[in-house]
């Protein structure tokens, strides 16, 4: 078998060093990634590695505290082997969510278990940043204080409903939020202070597109190419793309609901512009239009056949359609994914939609468009966040191993 490690090393300026890092990460997430517990051997048949390669990565690993090994098991032939699998309450990282009406905390280890967990409804808007950020503090420090003694963090992020400057560290817009130029660090010090965990800030939509990435690959379809639209107060979205998130040169890409939507009479949008689509179809516009105090109140009309409730959902369908069909056609993508009140409301929304994407959709009539709606689910955001926060962790283990982690 061609051993990897040697021909990396002799090729494109690749060190022993490098290399050794390299496949760190790449035995790492075989690890991770499988359905179910691996042996050295099935790594090594994955990854090109000789067997003696992979188990020298995987004693390192096991020593750092990344992996774990099981009882071994027998084969129908050779020595019973050895099952791999993430180790258990040891590394972690911190997921936290600040959004227009709650505030969400969670701790997730390597495997993807949600090791402690809380959220709180808060009117963050009326709060304002400091006041908010400092209930976020106190809630995540009592979250930390609920793990064992031996749980390290290795990485922290925060999923705003906001564009966020390239450095993850300053809000540049924050429509539904009011939160402009804030940076959340300067109000964490008690949670961050002499604390090593690399924390960003990052759109909270796109987080949540990652725990559907990682969570319901049974929904994703076309190899990991779609777009997610959620509606929470305003609209969000996230486009990806063969299972990588699309977020453009600043990180401020796939902002769907502030494509232009209504071109006269349109209302004005927390963004400064008219006629965006948050306004028709955020739940705010929806409620208005349809003269419903409250989601259950207009689930209420509709189901009653309330002739305003259901024309305002008729435009909603409309609008939605108009730019989703103007990204499907720009991106090529045959999926749409639909979270939040889109999901409540989904029994009125896809048949028109669907029609609207048909005639919209350029090649529709050659390829089908699924639209799929995947439930509203509060933690999705702040699960999110902390895979992203484990990101780093995974793509470069031999880092934290050579810091003693």
Known sequence: MLDVEKDRAGS??????SVRISNLALTLRAVLEAPHPVSRADVASKLGLTRSTVSRLVDELVAGHFLMEGVPVSGLRGRPGVPLSAAPNGLMSLGMEVNADRIATMVVDLSGAVVATQTERVDVVGAGPADALAILQDQALAVLGRLTEDARIMGARLA??????????????????????VQPAAHLTGLLENRDWGFRVSNDVDCSALTLLRDSPALVLDRGSFIYVTGEVGIGSSVVIDGQQLTGRHGWASELG???VVSEGGRACGCGAVGCLETVAGLKGILEAAGARSIEDLV?????GDERALRSLAEVSSALGRALGAAL?????QQVMLGGHLDTLAEWLLPGLR???EVRVMWSPYEGIDVTTVGHDPTRTALGAAYAALAPVISNPGKWIDRGA
Do not use: F, K, Q
């Open 12 to 17: 494109g300026g690749s060190t022993p060093s």
């Open 160 to 181: 705003l409903p906001a564009l966020i400057d390239r450095t993850g560290t300053t809000v540049v817009r924050a429509p539904n939020l009011g939160w402009d130029g």
């Open 355 to 357: 029609s609207e994407l």
């Open 258 to 260: 502030h494509v232009c």
């Open 300 to 304: 209420a009309a509709l189901n009653g």
């Open 329 to 333: 056609n720009l991106l090529d993508l």
